[in-house]
Structures are given as structure tokens and as C-alpha cells.
């Protein structure tokens, strides 16, 4: 049969109207989270997702996968970079070797109270960094909790440097993290996460650092019972969108998500609260031994060699780490 353009055109005709005859595809977004159902910054980003889907009149109809099904944080990075995400809750210590920046966030001891960090991450100096996440194509519109981070283990109560020696600790995969248990006398393993469960039980490990709620959530204190408040990091989270999923909206629905992340965030630290005294009483009544730790500037002078280390990698950085710690 021969093919006329006259033929091509009508073609073309028929598949326009079919087009036009179609209700619009509403615009379907993922999001990655790494945390478990009814964890507090699972149940902000649901908020956000069901929030951002009903004032768009599900223009973008937005969905988050829990449990970090679609990925580790390192994956989930790269996908909500490429677009392939469109958005994330992030924790801002695995962010380093991406937006060298955050690496100052990373800091021990940076804050000296999580409400430090909150001031400053809502003000202008939080801007500067949800500048260099922008030029890494990450647009950070909103700040979440992740509490203050402290060391557990099988072995002893930690009070003094001291008493980390020797002790094989997990640590998140960022040098700053190593340079810290080193300093300490331990021995720093980065890990994944979902892998130190097991290798607590089985003595891969003595011990990690995290929070209360993920200490919790993650049943480490199933076979962790020495839970030490050293309190060395106070990290903030990110709710990112993926600058290309950011630029494709209109400035209507640009607004829409931004209102609605600021909201997921202050219910996030709500909730982050509530859910930190519920997960010390259960891991308490699991038999955890919580032991404070009445002289943290032990510790403290400890790090000093790992802020020498890091303005002399980064000198360019120092400006910002000087402002973060003179604000307090």
C-alpha cells in the first residue's frame, strides 16, 4: 500500500484528537525514606505526600516507599539527582562525599544543643548549604530532627575516651565519622545499616552510634544493652526534591510543595520529641543501661585533631565552621 502524505496527515489528525480526548496523566512522584511505618519521619512525609496530592488536586499525585526499598541512601542520592527520585528525606552525614559542605554538619560537637542546630539551619546560614545541595541538583526545602547521636554496645558503659579503646564501632560512610572513633582509640567500621543488626549479634561489631528512635526502631538494643549518652552529633535531615522534578513545576504548585515540606518538618520535630521519650522507656524496659556522660569535654578535646584535619583539607570551609560554632 502506498503511504501519501495526505494519509500521514490524516493520521496525525485522528492521534491529536484521541489525545485531547484523554483526562491529563497526573504527574506521579516517588519518594525514599529509610525508616519504618510510624517512625516520626514516616509519618511527616506521608503528611507531606498526602498533603502536596490534595491542594495539587492530584496534579502530582505523590507516593513515598518506606523501608529503603527503592535503595540505600548512597543509591537514593544518585537517583533523586538524576531525576530518577523525585524526592528524599536525607540524613546529611552520608551526603559529604557529594556536597563536601554538609561535611561541616558533620562535625562533633558542631552544636552544642539540637536547638542550636535548629536556628541554625531555619536561618541564613542553613540557606548556604541548601545552596551547595542546589548546585548538586537537590533542592533542600525543609529541615528535619535526627536528634542527637550517641554510642552503644555490647561490651561496657562508655564515661571517658577511655573507655571506647579498642572497641570495633559502626560508623556511617564518611571520613569524618572514621577520624572520629579513631581518635577515640576505637576501631570505626562503616556499614551499611541494615547489616549491623547481625553483625552486632554475631561480634562483627561492639558497638555503633545513633539515636534513641533508630537505637529503638532498629532493635539494636535487642543485642546492644550498654546505651552511653556522649550525644557527639547532632545531624540534620534534608526533605529534598529532585531539581529536575523541582523546575518542571509550575510556580503555583512550586509554592504548594514548599508550604507543605515546612509543615512536614515542624511536625517531624514534634513528633521526633514524642517518639524520643517512647523509644528511651521501651529500650529502658528492655534492660538498656543508660548511662550519661557527666564530662563531655573529654571528649571534646579529643576531636580537636579532626577539626585541624578537616580546615586543612578544606580551608575554604572554615569560615563556616567558625560561624556555626561562635553562634551558639
Known amino acids: 500500500m502506498k503511504t501519501t502524505s495526505k494519509t500521514w496527515s490524516a493520521v496525525a489528525v485522528s492521534v491529536a484528537m484521541v489525545a485531547m480526548a484523554l483526562p491529563a496523566q497526573a504527574n506521579n512522584w516517588r519518594g525514599w525514606n529509610i525508616h519504618p511505618p510510624g517512625y ?27 523501608n529503603g526499598v527503592l535503595g540505600d541512601q548512597p543509591d537514593a542520592i544518585e537517583q533523586t539527582r538524576s531525576g530518577a527520585l523525585d524526592f528524599a ?9 557529594i556536597v563536601k559542605e554538609t561535611n561541616v554538619l558533620s562535625l562533633p560537637f558542631i552544636f552544642s544543643s539540637i536547638e542550636h542546630m535548629h536556628e541554625i539551619m531555619d536561618g541564613e546560614i542553613g540557606q548556604q548549604f541548601a545552596d551547595a545541595l542546589a548546585e548538586r541538583n537537590l533542592i533542600a526545602l525543609s529541615w528535619f ?12 558503659p562508655i564515661n571517658t575516651p577511655d573507655d571506647v579503646r579498642g572497641l570495633k564501632i559502626r560508623v556511617m560512610n564518611n571520613d569524618i565519622y572514621v577520624d572520629m572513633i579513631e581518635a577515640l582509640g576505637g576501631n570505626a567500621t562503616p556499614m551499611a545499616y541494615g547489616e549491623v543488626y547481625q553483625s552486632l549479634a554475631t561480634g ?10 533508630s537505637f529503638e526502631s532498629s532493635n539494636h538494643y535487642e543485642v546492644a544493652e550498654y546505651y552511653s549518652l556522649t550525644e557527639h552529633l547532632i545531624i540534620p535531615e534534608c526533605l529534598c526534591i529532585a531539581k529536575s522534578s523541582w523546575e518542571a513545576l509550575s ?36 534492660g538498656v543501661q ?12 579529643k576531636m580537636d ?24
Open 40 to 66: 516520626p519521619n514516616t509519618v511527616a512525609l506521608e503528611a507531606f505526600a498526602e498533603g502536596v496530592t490534595e491542594r495539587t488536586e492530584e496534579r502530582l499525585k505523590v507516593q513515598v516507599y518506606n
Open 251 to 286: 510556580p503555583e504548585d512550586q509554592e504548594i510543595v514548599r508550604e507543605e515540606a515546612i509543615k512536614a518538618s515542624a511536625m517531624q520535630r514534634e513528633l521526633w520529641v514524642e517518639g524520643s521519650r517512647e523509644s528511651h522507656q521501651k529500650v529502658v524496659d528492655a
Open 290 to 301: 543508660i548511662n550519661e556522660v557527666e564530662d563531655k569535654s573529654a571528649f571534646q578535646e
Open 204 to 213: 562483627v561489631l561492639d558497638g555503633a552510634e545513633n539515636n534513641y528512635p
Open 89 to 97: 528525606n536525607f540524613n546529611m552525614g552520608p551526603m559529604g562525599p
Open 305 to 328: 585533631p579532626v577539626y585541624a584535619g578537616f580546615i586543612q583539607s578544606n580551608p575554604e570551609l572554615e569560615s563556616l565552621v567558625e560561624a556555626i560554632r561562635s553562634s551558639n
Open 145 to 156: 530532627d535526627s536528634g542527637a547521636r550517641s554510642l552503644y554496645n555490647t561490651e561496657r
